[in-house]
């Protein structure tokens, strides 16, 4: 389905982590989770620039995994996406993930928010949750919502 969608993805590293996945990682789990033509930027950054923006843009003081933000909701959607390295590999230790596999879901969940999924109310919630787990085990990892440990 993913493959009649056009992507153009600008993969930028902003960050000091060592372990990261490649541009053809994320390409790979972007395209999984194309229902629409995408233009957009994807950014790793740390801590520093990861909370900056959270408290620019959500008025939340600490750094968050993943920010998605949308600039025009046409045909192609245009929008960026800030995923903070550190907060990833310390909630993949925490949670007993893979990291990559974490890093898999939050492109995926942040892919979907950027098309207009959101998980404000229950019946929202489910439903990106749904299409989250579905394309995770496509890819084939685990499904994210389980608890490891």
């Not at 229902?35 to 939340?60: F, P, T």
């Not at 192609?76 to 949670?95: F, H, K």
């Not at 787990?133 to 490891?148: D, E, G, I, N």
């Amino acid at each position: 389905m993913s493959d009649v969608h056009k992507l153009s993805l600008s993969v930028q590293y902003a960050s000091n982590a060592r372990e990261v996945p490649s541009r053809q990682q994320f390409r790979r789990w972007v395209k999984a989770a194309l229902e629409q033509d995408v233009q957009m930027a994807l950014r790793i950054v740390d801590e520093i620039e990861g909370r900056a923006l959270n408290q620019s843009y959500r008025g939340k003081d600490y750094a968050t995994n993943v920010l998605t933000f949308v600039y025009d909701d046409t045909d192609p959607l245009y929008g960026d996406v800030v995923i903070c390295a550190p907060v990833v590999a310390r909630e993949a230790q925490e949670q007993g993930k893979d990291l990559f596999a974490h890093y898999a879901h939050l492109t995926l969940h942040a892919v979907l928010h950027l098309q207009g999924y959101d998980h404000e109310k229950k019946k929202e919630a489910e439903r990106m949750e749904a299409r989250e787990t579905a394309l995770m085990l496509k890819l084939r990892y685990p499904a994210p919502y389980l608890v490891s440990k």
